[in-house]
């Protein structure tokens, strides 16, 4: 079995790939450090399975995911991350996603996820998919809850210091599009300021203050 595992840590990456190795007999792992290397390499490796992370120095993980989905609909994603906030889990499922775990699942738990996804069936980790059944969520998730996924993308990368053409780059769109993305942002969550949105990304654990970087405002 084929494997791409995405992430830009390599001792993450090597970690992941040696675990792997170890409980998952006949596995061959091919490791990618950024978001447009995972979609580049797709086409050609055809893995079975692409273990993603969702933050990546590029473009996020849910837009590797949507970019691979779009074009090789057969792809089976297990998203494999630090986030547990109900709002990306389910931006992960709804942009094709077969699986998600987070980094602190048990090894057993990860490698299972691996053989199932890869086998095209879906796995949630047991917490995140209690936690989903339940619905149980912070006060301030609900107002995220019907964000687009590119809503999410920008969102994301604009809480982390990203600047309006910076992100504009990364998704291959006009600035004035992205800036209307966070104009429609602002009225969709009932909020009045860059800052404001930025604290909404943090409250809601989408980003933690010392990923922020001092990027340029808009």
């Known amino acids: 079995m ?23 007999p006949g596995l061959a792992v091919t ?7 995972a979609v580049a390499q797709y086409g050609q490796l055809l893995p079975e399975l ?10 996020s993980g849910l837009e590797v995911a ?3 989905r779009q074009r090789w609909r057969g792809a089976s994603i297990l998203f494999f991350t630090m986030h547990e906030e109900l709002p990306m889990v389910r931006q992960a499922l709804d942009v094709g996603a077969l699986g998600f775990v987070t980094k602190n ?7 299972e996820a691996v053989k199932r996804v890869a086998a095209g069936q879906p796995y949630i980790e047991h917490a995140v998919a209690t936690r989903l059944a339940m619905n149980q ?22 809480a982390r210091g990203e600047s309006i053409q910076g992100i504009a780059g990364r998704l291959c769109v006009s600035s004035k599009t ?11 969550l009932q909020i009045e300021s ?25």
């Open 2 to 24: 084929k494997v791409m595992i995405v992430d830009d840590h390599q001792v993450v990456r090597q970690g992941i790939s040696n675990l792997l190795q170890s409980m998952v």
């Open 31 to 37: 490791e990618v450090d950024s978001g447009q290397d």
């Open 50 to 59: 692409v273990l993603l992370d969702m933050g990546l120095p590029d473009i």
């Open 66 to 68: 949507r970019r691979i």
């Open 105 to 111: 699942c048990a090894p057993e738990e990860l490698a």
């Open 137 to 158: 969520e912070r006060p301030v998730d609900h107002r995220l809850r019907d964000m687009t996924q590119r809503e999410m993308e920008v969102l994301l990368m604009y």
């Open 178 to 188: 992205v800036s209307n993305h966070l104009a429609l942002l602002k009225s969709k």
């Open 194 to 218: 860059a800052v404001e949105l930025i604290h909404l990304a943090v409250d809601a654990g989408l980003v933690r203050y010392g990923q922020l970087n001092d990027g340029q405002r808009v």
